[in-house]
């Protein structure tokens, strides 16, 4: 009798997280953020989210997503002028980006000293990619939605550090679909993740609860949550937030 109402207080429990998870997403579900806007940001230098330094939890975490392989193709999705790229093409990796912004990606190679081509992609009509000549980076300028496999095959690594919590809440499913056809065998997808309250910010960045992360990539997928992180700072504060956690997960394929 005890044991079947501790079951009942369990599935209670879990029940009512799942209920206030889905309202909290709901909060956000409808917001919409169209490409020109994503442009109009680094026109006018309205750019938080980049960083000026390698992030902590990519530096921290390296280890784990390289798992003792050199020479990793890396795909960064929303890139950016992340240095995180950089970064790892000096250690003899291959990064392949994606980012809507063209200003982004000449700032990246401008700012890293790197010299470029710049070439049309025959399979991506109005869509340019930008290689550098001294390190193994080539970033193409286009939709998210517009690259597949079929342009780069896959990948032995993903870092998505401001992509998934920055599309829109609605597109996830399909942008999860992108990511895991991106994934070779051996593919380990560093995935960072935030969380707030969403009534209190429209976003983006977008609260994306770890329930949701394995609702998309659970089937599939081993997710291990590595690092957990008090991330509020003034900045989010002005957003009208009074807490911020910056969750990385790791996800791997299963191995059945």
């Known amino acids: 009798m005890r044991s079947s109402l501790l079951l009942g207080l369990m599935f209670l429990c879990q029940r009512q997280s799942r209920c206030q998870g889905s309202s909290m997403l709901a909060a956000q579900t409808d917001r919409v953020m169209a490409l020109g ?15 000026l330094h390698v992030h902590k939890m990519l530096e921290s975490n390296i280890d784990k997503v390289l798992a003792g392989r050199t020479g990793v193709r890396f795909f960064f999705p929303l890139c950016g002028k992340a240095i995180d790229m950089k970064w790892l093409a000096d250690m003899g990796h291959s990064v392949v980006g994606v980012e809507v912004a063209e200003k982004a990606i000449r700032e990246f190679f401008q700012e ?23 390190r193994n980076i080539s970033l193409y300028q286009c939709d998210i939605y ?13 870092w998505d550090r401001g992509s998934l919590v920055a599309i829109n809440p ?16 051996d593919c380990r997808y560093l995935l960072d993740t935030l969380l707030y309250n969403p009534e209190l910010y429209k976003g983006p960045p977008f609260f994306v609860p770890d329930e949701q992360v394995h609702s998309l990539f ?16 003034d900045r989010q ?6 807490s911020l956690t910056e969750n990385v997960h790791l996800i791997t394929p299963k191995s059945s």
């Open 146 to 158: 517009s690259f597949s496999s079929s342009i780069e095959g896959q990948f032995g690594a993903i």
């Open 37 to 51: 806007e994503w442009e109009e940001r680094w026109q006018e230098g309205r750019i938080g989210f980049h960083q």
């Open 112 to 134: 890293s000293n790197l010299t470029y081509s710049e070439e049309p992609v025959p399979a991506i009509p109005g869509a340019k990619l930008y290689k550098s000549s001294e």
């Open 170 to 185: 609605r597109d996830r499913e399909k942008y999860a679909s992108l990511i895991m056809s991106l994934m070779a065998k």
């Open 218 to 233: 659970g089937s599939h997928y081993d997710i291990e949550l590595l690092q957990s992180v008090d991330a509020l700072t």
């Open 237 to 242: 504060r002005a957003w009208g937030l009074d």
